[in-house]
T-cell receptor
């Protein structure tokens, strides 16, 4: 089934550095979303980018979408320890939203 | 406060004993979904509903049932749980524009012995 695949699976950086996560998918989409999950808790919606958009910003988050390559990236700038979490991309079509397997981000002091 | 609630949060049961996990949202959302999360597999959709009395299968519906008699509630029913249904379950709801900005419940951790 259509699914986003995040890369890398795990990422460890120091506080203040930027973190970049990538997502690739297989078929046409209406939108692509990024969610954050703190350990064992519910997912929290971060940002949505539509298929006709190429870049979007929200605070320290920057998302890009390249529909020709079927890929997206999430950049978190000036990371903080509180950004430690798992990040999931999700591809949206008219009928469903499909999640990837996630990137685990560890931000150390 | 806008929220999605699930109960129970933790459940240990035995094979074959029917159980229900409740889900309720107070945002008047039309779309609701159930997901299970397993290590290395991400979130997989079990069932979803686009309105009252309208439900459909997701990617992994086997062994589960749902109902949507009221807009706010979307219970997940395991008629005869098996150990392979041990998982972390999430309910989510979203606005009537469809699969955008889903709001997730806190999760239900289920162990089937």
């Amino acid at each position: 089934s259509q699914q986003g695949e995040e890369d890398p699976q795990a990422l460890s950086i120091q506080e203040g550095e930027n973190a970049t996560m990538n997502c690739s998918y297989k078929t046409s989409i209406n939108n692509l979303q990024w969610y954050r999950q703190n350990s064992g808790r519910g997912l929290v919606h971060l940002i949505l980018i539509r298929s006709n958009e190429r870049e979007k910003h929200s605070g320290r988050l920057r998302v890009t979408l390249d529909t020709s390559k079927k890929s997206s990236s999430l950049l978190i700038t000036a990371s903080r320890a509180a950004d430690t979490a798992s990040y999931f991309c999700a591809t949206g079509t008219a009928s469903k939203l499909t999640f990837g397997t996630g990137t685990r981000l560890q931000v150390t002091l | 406060e806008a929220q999605v609630t699930q109960n129970p949060r933790y459940l240990i049961t035995v094979t074959g004993k029917k159980l229900t996990v409740t889900c309720s949202q107070n945002m008047n959302h039309e779309y609701m979904s159930w997901y299970r999360q397993d290590p290395g597999l991400g979130l997989r959709q079990i069932y979803y509903s686009m309105n009252v009395e309208v439900t459909d299968k997701g990617d992994v519906p086997e062994g589960y049932k749902v109902s949507r008699k009221e807009k706010r509630n979307f219970p997940l029913i395991l008629e005869s749980p098996s150990p392979n249904q041990t998982s972390l379950y999430f309910c989510a709801s979203s606005l009537d524009r469809g699969w955008e900005t889903q709001y997730f419940g806190p999760g239900t951790r289920l162990l089937v012995l």
